[in-house]
């Protein structure tokens, strides 16, 4: 049965047929056929990696959940079989959205969702301008900038706001000429 396992994780791809088993009375093919078998596990497995619950998967592919959950407890090779295929088929995501080959931007999104502690971005961007910083609380620009909030605004403030005030501008003082052709 170790080499079949081997096997389904070098190959997903291909189907698996396991040998017949013995009976209690020791003759071979005799008696009812296992509900999950390794190639029930490969599939099974696949879907999983692709997104689905193991609930969902197992139903996909017709068989119980519950037969499937008592399968892998009785037989721990079906949960390491289901562990490698999984990692193998999210090294091959992984590269192809490294590598960007054709729908890398799906399979990114995929990774995002189904394994998003690992994936998803955890970084907010804010854009705020110096008219919004002076309509947020002390509290809300230290929880959305941190603690050096207030040095960053004022320095941001400085810097943004320019001269406070212009004196105003009359065409009609510099340019006498202009305004009235205008007019």
């Given at each position: 049965m170790a080499s079949q396992a081997q096997q389904v994780i070098d190959d997903p791809s291909k189907p698996v047929q396991e040998p017949p088993r013995p009976s209690k009375r020791g003759r071979l093919g005799e008696g009812r056929p296992r509900a999950v078998t390794l190639d029930t596990v490969r599939k099974v497995s696949l879907s999983i990696a692709r997104g689905l619950t193991e609930e969902q998967a197992c139903g996909a592919h017709g068989v119980s959940w519950d037969t499937y959950r008592h399968a892998k407890v009785a037989n721990p090779e079906y949960r390491h079989v289901q562990q490698k295929l999984t990692l193998a088929w999210l090294n091959k995501a992984v590269e192809?959205?490294?590598?960007?080959?054709?729908?890398?931007?799906?399979?990114?999104?995929?990774?995002?969702?189904?394994?998003?502690?690992q994936f998803r971005r955890t970084t907010v961007e804010v854009s705020l301008d110096a008219?919004?910083?002076?309509?947020?609380?002390?509290?809300?620009?230290?929880?959305?900038?941190?603690?050096?909030?207030?040095?960053?605004?004022?320095?941001?403030?400085?810097?943004?706001?320019?001269?406070q005030s212009l004196p105003p501008i009359s065409d009609t003082q510099d340019h006498p000429g202009d305004c009235q052709d205008a007019q």
């Open positions: 192809r959205c490294e590598k960007g080959q054709p729908g890398w931007q799906g399979t990114a999104w995929l990774l995002e969702r189904r394994y998003g502690p008219r919004n910083l002076g309509q947020l609380s002390d509290n809300q620009l230290v929880a959305l900038l941190g603690p050096d909030a207030k040095q960053i605004i004022d320095v941001e403030a400085s810097v943004t706001s320019g001269p």
